[in-house]
C-alpha cells in the first residue's frame, strides 16, 4: 500500500524501468520469470524516481505524460476486465475468466501498445533513451540512487 494514489505515481510503478529495478532488488521466491516479492524496505524505499517523491513538477510535461499513459492504461484493462457490452446472467461466467493475471498471460497487442507508451513517457522523464539494455538502465538506477543517497 502507496501513501499516494496519483496517476504520475502509478505510472511509474507499472513502467518497465520499475518492474526491472524490483526484480533485482526484490527477493526471490521461485523461478526467475515469476517468482521475485516486492519487499517495500529493498525495493521501493530504494527506487529511485525520475523526481523525488513529492518534488516532481507538477506542471511539467513528462509528469502529465507519465500521468495521462498511466490513465489510457488504467482504462484499457477496466474495459477488458468488465466489458461495458456483456449484459445478462450468461455472460456474467465469462467475466470470472478476466483477471489481470490472465490479461497480462495473453499480453494483446493494445496492452502491450499501452505499456510501451507508458514506459517511453518514464523513460523521457529520466532523460534516457527508451532503446537501453535492461543492464544499461539497471546501472542508471544505481548510480541515481547512489547519487540521491549521498546528496
Same mark, same amino acid.
Request: glycine share 4%; hydrophobic share 40%; no cysteine.
Given at each position: 500500500m502507496f501513501a499516494r494514489q496519483d496517476d504520475y505515481f502509478f505510472g511509474v510503478l507499472h513502467s518497465i524501468i520499475h518492474e526491472l529495478w524490483a526484480r533485482a532488488t526484490g527477493t526471490q521466491l521461485r523461478e526467475v520469470e515469476s517468482g521475485?516479492?516486492?519487499?517495500?524496505?529493498?525495493?521501493?524505499?530504494?527506487?529511485?524516481f525520475p523526481w523525488p517523491p513529492g518534488q516532481e513538477p507538477k506542471d511539467?510535461?513528462?509528469?502529465? *505524460?507519465i500521468a495521462q499513459a498511466a490513465r489510457e492504461l488504467v482504462q484499457l484493462r477496466d474495459n477488458? @476486465?468488465?466489458?461495458?457490452? %456483456?449484459?445478462?446472467?450468461?455472460?456474467l461466467s465469462g467475466l470470472k475468466q478476466r483477471t489481470l493475471t490472465n490479461l497480462y498471460n495473453q499480453r494483446p497487442t493494445w496492452l502491450k501498445?499501452?505499456?510501451e507508451k507508458?514506459?517511453?513517457?518514464?523513460?523521457? *522523464?529520466?532523460?534516457w533513451?527508451?532503446?537501453l539494455a535492461d543492464e544499461e538502465i539497471l546501472a542508471? @538506477?544505481?548510480?541515481?540512487? %547512489?547519487e540521491r543517497a549521498e546528496g
Open positions: 521475485f516479492r516486492y519487499t517495500p524496505t529493498t525495493t521501493f524505499e530504494t527506487f529511485p511539467d510535461p513528462r509528469v502529465e *505524460a477488458w @476486465l468488465n466489458p461495458p457490452d %456483456l449484459t445478462g446472467l450468461k455472460d501498445n499501452a505499456h507508458l514506459d517511453r513517457a518514464v523513460f523521457a *522523464a529520466y532523460g533513451p527508451h532503446d542508471r @538506477l544505481l548510480a541515481l540512487n %547512489l
